[in-house]
């Protein structure tokens, strides 16, 4: 008789639950639905424009795509502050045009269930945040990406209020010179990428989360991520006379996910925990499990043309790396096969008799 040691899971029929892209800002938590999302960069320099609208921080040069930056803070009622070098920008698809948003930094990816989202506890006339969503460990914003950007529009200042906006955007930008390099090697940077019609990406396809093993970066497409979470964040229960690199059992919200170690899959040397190793979990159309690695860094969206299929079978990371992406500073990433893993028959225990 085998035992499957993974957690299979019955997929409702209705959607319940959303994948959201959590991110800090002024010290509060956000969120916003992960599918309208395109990538993550780090803040470039930003060209700011003269008697723009208060929303505007500037304008950035996406590989040949002309993105307007926006600052969150203006339909939130938070007081402006100061960007530096460790600010991102999320770049997230809207019904006319990509746009940017920055924030101060991204947080986790998250699984939100929609049944349990709480309404604000007060009246709001623009409703820019859909409601609240409590974890275990603090409160975040469900905000109405949609509307924000319906209402850009109508945000357009006297010429006299838009240059003191102008003004404002440019002082709250460092001025020391190192930190202006950074910043103008970043644009430089994303213009000259390879061009991707931003229009025509496949926001579901060709996304994908990468995580670190040993120095190594691997990535997995977005379809499968359930959520993350830190390992030293939950109870890993061991379970007896299983093979190693089943390191245990989370209880994630009343449901039993099993927890591997993929690096021995991969022949990848074992490392040690720290602050920063994650659980990813995630989900097939029948399986769940949650997997460790050492670091978890970002959404990033990766062309099919930039895709190099892998040619060779001679080693299990070989057997489930389906494909490598080589960066333009000649990093290699590579693209984790799920699938063929969950099918791997180690991850299928015999009971002992």
């Not at 061009?195 to 995580?211: A, G, S, Y």
């Not at 074992?270 to 994650?278: G, H, L």
């Not at 490598?324 to 028959?345: C, H, Q």
Request: charged residues 25%.
């Amino acid at each position: 008789m085998k035992n499957d040691y993974m957690t299979i899971n019955q997929i409702s029929l209705e959607k319940t639950t959303e994948l959201h892209m959590a991110f800090n800002l002024s010290d509060k938590v956000y969120a916003i639905p992960a599918v309208q999302i395109i990538e993550i960069v780090q803040l470039p320099y930003l060209t700011i424009l003269e008697k723009a609208p208060t929303h505007i921080v500037g304008v950035m040069n996406l590989r040949g795509t002309i993105i307007s930056v926006i600052d969150l803070r203006k339909f939130l009622g938070l007081f402006p502050d100061n960007y530096t070098t460790e600010h991102q920008v999320i770049i997230i698809n809207t019904n006319e045009k990509p746009i940017g948003i920055i924030v101060d930094s991204v947080k986790d990816v998250i699984q939100i269930n929609k049944n349990l989202i709480e309404s604000l506890p007060y009246k709001s006339t623009k409703k820019f945040i859909e409601g609240i969503y409590k974890t275990q460990n603090e409160l975040i914003a469900l905000l109405n990406i949609n509307l924000i950007t319906d209402n850009l529009t109508g945000l357009d200042l006297e010429e006299e209020q838009a240059e003191l906006s102008t003004n404002l955007h440019k002082n709250l930008f460092p001025e020391d010179s190192y930190s202006l390099d950074k910043l103008k090697n970043r644009a430089l940077k994303l213009e000259k990428e390879l061009k991707v019609n931003i229009d025509k990406i496949d926001l579901h396809e060709n996304r994908f989360v990468t995580f670190c093993l040993n120095n190594e970066v691997y990535c997995i497409s977005l379809k499968y991520i359930k959520e993350f979470r830190k390992i030293k964040s939950v109870n890993l229960t061991s379970i007896p006379c299983v093979p190693e690199f089943i390191m245990g059992l989370i209880n994630l919200r009343g449901e039993f996910i099993t927890i591997i170690d993929i690096k021995s899959f991969l022949q990848i040397r074992k490392s040690q925990i720290t602050e920063k190793t994650k659980i990813i979990v995630v989900k097939t159309h029948k399986i769940q499990i949650g997997i460790i690695v050492d670091d978890v860094f970002d959404i990033i969206n990766i062309d099919s043309k930039d895709i190099i299929k892998n040619q060779t079978n001679s080693s299990d990371k070989n057997r489930f790396v389906s494909s490598e992406v080589l960066l333009n500073n000649k990093n290699v990433i590579n693209i984790l096969d799920l699938e063929k893993f969950l099918e791997d028959e180690r991850l299928f225990v015999e009971d002992a008799i």
